[in-house]
């Protein structure tokens, strides 16, 4: 099993804008997943419970990192 990495893009931006990452993670062996939001469209901490919820039904097995932009 591959070590887990969870890319969050900045406000403003989009899933788009961590696909190279993405890409290099994925060559170098580990599973990756972008959790991708509607920025502009919502209150900070609107994206945070939702961040929230999205954690709460995922099954982490393992290391897990965590990259934010």
């Known amino acids: 099993m591959s070590e887990r990495v ?12 961590m696909a190279r990452l993405q890409r290099g ?6 599973t990756v997943e972008c959790w991708s939001y509607p920025s502009r ?3 900070l901490a609107g994206h945070i419970d ?3 919820r999205w954690l709460e039904e995922q099954a982490f097995e393992g ?3 965590f990259v934010g932009h």
């Open 63 to 65: 290391p897990v990192h």
């Open 25 to 30: 993670l994925i060559a170098m062996g580990f």
């Open 50 to 52: 939702a961040f929230r």
């Open 6 to 17: 969870v890319l969050v893009h900045g406000l403003g931006r989009n899933r788009g804008s």
């Open 41 to 43: 469209r919502h209150r």
